[in-house]
C-alpha cells in the first residue's frame, strides 16, 4: 500500500480559504477531493478542481496540471500524485506565497455544477456486505440464505455505465415487467418497489493489460479514490428477472455518484487492519497480503437521509434513516480489484466498482429499504408521521459518509442526492 501518511495529513494544518477550517466542514485542507465543475448553467467543458471548504480550486487555472481530462489526471504513478497532493496542500496552507495568485483560482461550490467526476468507463457491482447479502438472502431464500460461495468469491456482476449520473440528478421511477406472486402472468408497469443501495463507488485510476492480473500488493496503485454511491433498484422487478442471470433492468435505470472522490491518500490516516470473523474462512492466496491485513480495511462512517417531498414543503431538511460502516464490509477494496482480474480482465482508468450495498450487523443498519421495511412488511414510520415500505414520487434520498479518527481532522465525502420523479409515460 502506497499510501503514506505525510505532512499533508497533519491536524494542525490551517488553510487560508477561511471555511475549510471551520468544525465539521467535509473538505478541510487534510481532504482535497477531486471532481469536474463548470459555471453552473453553463454548457462549458467541464473543468477538473479540487474541493476546499465552500470554494473549487480550478487546478488549471492554478498552474498545477495542464489538461481538463480528468484520465490524465487519474492515471500518474504514485510518485507524481503525491508531488500533485503535496503541491496543492502547501498552495492552499496558511502563509502560502500562492495565496494572491490561487485565489483567483477559486469558484464558490455555489456558483458552479458538479458533473461525474470522470468519463465512466466499465461498471462493475459487488456484494461486498455479508450482512446485507444475508438479510437479503433470508427474503429471497429462508432456509439457504448466504449461498456456500459468498465466502470465498468477492461476488460482482457488470452494469452498465450509460445510466451513471451525477449528484444532484432527478430519475423517473423505472416502468418494467413485474409478477407478483398472486399474479398468473406477468404485466408492465412502473415499478412499485423502489429502493436505494448506500454504497461506495471505487474509481479505477491505472490500466492493466488484458490477460495481466493485478497482485494484492499493487492493486491499489491502480486505484484513485473513493466517492459515494446510490445504486437505485427496482425490488419488484429485480425479483422477476434476476434468475439465473442476476440483476438486469432493475439496476440499470440509474445509479448516482457523488461528485468528489476522496483519494487514497486522503484516507491513509483511516485505515484499519482486515480479519475475517471468527469461524470464517480465509481468503485465498491471491486475495491476502501482510497489508491487506494490517491495513486493508478502511474506516468510513455511512449514513443514508431521506427527504419526502412533504418535509421539503415544510421547510424540513430530511431525517438519517440509518448509518453503518464501510470497516464491516467482507473484502477490501485491494481484493476487489485483485479479484476482478485475477482471470486477466482489463481494467481501465475511469472504472467504476460499486461496493455493493454497505450494511451493518444490527438490522437498523441496512443500507436499503428492503433491509429496513423487511421486505416492505414493516414500514418505517418518519418523524412526520409518514411511512415508507419502499420510495415514493419526490422522495429525496441522500448519503453522507465522513471519517474521523483521533488524532487526525476529519474529512467528509460532501453528499450523493437524487430526487425520484413518477414513471414516464410507458410504451
Ligand atoms: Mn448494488
Known amino acids: 500500500m502506497n499510501n503514506p501518511l505525510n505532512e499533508t495529513h497533519a491536524p494542525e494544518l490551517r488553510s487560508w480559504v477561511a471555511s475549510a477550517n471551520q468544525v465539521g466542514c467535509d473538505f478541510p485542507i487534510q481532504n482535497l477531493p477531486f471532481g469536474r465543475f463548470r459555471p453552473a448553467g453553463s454548457g462549458e467543458a467541464f473543468r477538473i478542481g479540487v474541493a476546499i471548504g465552500d470554494q473549487v480550486l480550478d487546478l488549471q487555472a492554478a498552474g498545477l496540471i495542464d489538461t481538463d481530462d480528468m484520465s490524465i489526471v487519474m492515471a500518474k504513478g504514485p510518485a507524481e500524485r503525491l508531488a500533485l497532493r ?118 479505477i485510476a491505472r490500466p492493466n493489460a488484458l490477460g495481466e492480473p493485478i497482485a494484492m500488493a499493487d492493486a491499489e496503485d491502480h486505484v484513485f479514490g473513493l466517492a459515494l454511491f446510490n445504486d437505485w433498484s427496482a425490488r419488484d422487478l429485480q425479483a422477476w428477472e434476476y434468475q439465473p442471470l442476476g440483476p438486469f433492468l432493475s439496476k440499470n435505470f440509474a445509479s448516482t455518484l457523488s461528485p468528489w472522490v476522496v483519494t487514497l491518500d486522503a484516507l491513509a490516516p483511516f485505515r484499519a487492519p482486515f480479519h475475517r470473523p471468527e469461524g470464517h474462512p480465509q481468503p485465498l492466496n491471491y486475495l491476502d497480503a501482510p497489508a491487506n491485513r494490517a491495513q486493508g480495511a478502511i474506516d468510513i462512517e455511512l449514513e443514508v437521509w431521506l427527504q419526502t417531498a412533504q418535509m421539503r414543503a415544510a421547510g424540513q431538511a430530511g431525517e438519517r434513516l440509518s448509518s453503518a460502516n464501510y470497516l464491516d464490509a467482507y473484502w477490501t477494496v485491494a481484493q476487489l480489484v485483485a479479484h476482478h482480474t485475477v482471470n486477466g480482465c482489463n481494467l481501465r482508468a475511469g472504472d467504476l466498482f460499486g461496493s455493493g450495498t454497505l450494511s451493518g450487523p444490527q438490522p437498523e443498519q441496512g443500507g436499503s429499504l428492503m433491509e429496513l421495511s423487511a421486505g416492505g412488511k414493516r414500514p418505517l414510520t418518519l418523524s412526520n408521521g409518514e411511512t415508507r415500505a419502499w420510495l415514493e414520487d419526490g422522495d429525496t434520498v441522500i448519503l453522507r459518509g465522513y471519517c474521523q479518527r483521533e488524532g487526525f481532522r476529519r474529512i467528509g465525502f460532501g453528499e450523493c442526492r437524487g430526487t425520484v420523479l413518477p414513471a414516464a409515460r410507458s410504451v
Not at 140 to 169: E, F
Open 86 to 203: 503535496a503541491a496543492i496542500s502547501a498552495g492552499l496552507a496558511e502563509g502560502s506565497c500562492q495565496q494572491s495568485a490561487w485565489a483567483k483560482a477559486l469558484h464558490a461550490q455555489a456558483d458552479v455544477a458538479l458533473g461525474l467526476p470522470c468519463e465512466i468507463g466499465d461498471y462493475t457491482d459487488f456484494y461486498t456486505s455479508i450482512h446485507h447479502a444475508t438479510t437479503i438472502g433470508k427474503q429471497l431464500r429462508p432456509d439457504n440464505p448466504l449461498l456456500p460461495n459468498y465466502q470465498w468469491v468477492p461476488i460482482g456482476y457488470h452494469g452498465r455505465a450509460s445510466s451513471i449520473v451525477p449528484s444532484g440528478s432527478v430519475l423517473h421511477r423505472p416502468n418494467g415487467q413485474t409478477k407478483m406472486p398472486e399474479q398468473d402472468t406477468p404485466s408492465l408497469g412502473p415499478s412499485r418497489r423502489l429502493d436505494y443501495e448506500l454504497e461506495l463507488g471505487v474509481l
